[in-house]
């Protein structure tokens, strides 16, 4: 079955430091998401990437976040000087025909941990 | 703007009956329920589109009322895998899920 993979999946850090995290989403989905949660609380929507940009974003993700997806296969997030609040585990996802109607698959996600 | 999940922690034995609601202010387009187990992603349920339609999933169902704005997510006969924690996912449009805070199931022997 086909599934969304993450790297790394677990990643500790000092504060200040640039992280990338990175996924590749299943191979036909056309829309990808990065999604956070911080330990105990809910999911929380960060960007969502749609035809090579940016489609929507939340007030989560500032300046200090950025997605790209160099190849074909790849979908990266990167967090440029990491804040301790950005301790979390960030979700990558992909959808075939958009979040409306489309089952969202997950990644195992990957545990950012920020000293 | 979030859903309202409700209730917010629930425990059940084995074989009882539980009700998770999923409220918006906003007019839905649709509804997703996920089930997360501890220390592992959001693993889709079911989706519902506006229409009031109910979808079975197992002894997992769920109902939409697109008037009230509401999603209620019916599991009967509960099983032990049946613990974690549900989440409703809110979309207005092609929009990006909305996520509420979680319901915590935990059902005991």
């Known amino acids: 079955e086909p599934e969304v993979t993450q790297t790394p999946s677990h990643q500790v850090t000092q504060m200040g430091q640039e992280v990338i995290l990175r996924c590749v989403p299943i191979?036909?989905?056309?829309?990808f998401y990065w999604y956070r949660q911080i330990l105990g609380q809910k999911v929380e929507f960060l960007v969502s990437?749609?035809?090579?940009?940016?489609?929507?974003k939340s007030e989560i993700f500032d300046d200090q976040f950025s997605v790209e997806r160099p190849d074909g296969s790849n979908f990266t997030l990167k967090i440029r000087s990491t804040k301790l609040e950005d301790s979390a585990m960030y979700f990558c996802?992909?959808?075939?025909?958009?979040?409306?109607?489309?089952?969202?698959?997950f990644g195992e996600g990957s545990r950012l941990t920020v000293l | 703007q979030q859903p309202v999940q409700s209730p917010q922690a629930v425990i059940l034995r084995e074989g009882e009956d539980a009700v998770i609601n999923c409220s918006s202010s906003?007019?839905?387009?649709?509804v997703h329920w996920y089930r997360q187990k501890h220390g592992e992603a959001p693993v889709f349920l079911m989706i519902?589109?506006?229409?009031?339609e109910q979808k079975g999933h197992e002894k997992i169902s769920a109902s939409f009322n697109e008037k009230k704005q509401q999603s209620s997510l019916y599991l009967t006969a509960s099983q032990l895998s049946y613990s974690g924690t549900y989440f409703c996912?809110?979309?207005?449009?092609?929009?990006?899920?909305?996520f509420g805070k979680g319901t915590r199931l935990s059902v005991i022997a």
């Open positions: 996912g809110t979309a207005v449009g092609n929009t990006p899920l909305v």
């Open positions: 906003k007019a839905l387009y649709s």
């Open positions: 990437f749609y035809n090579n940009e940016i489609s929507e």
């Open positions: 996802a992909s959808t075939e025909q958009g979040m409306a109607t489309g089952e969202l698959f």
């Open positions: 191979s036909n989905h056309l829309y």
């Open positions: 519902l589109l506006k229409g009031g």
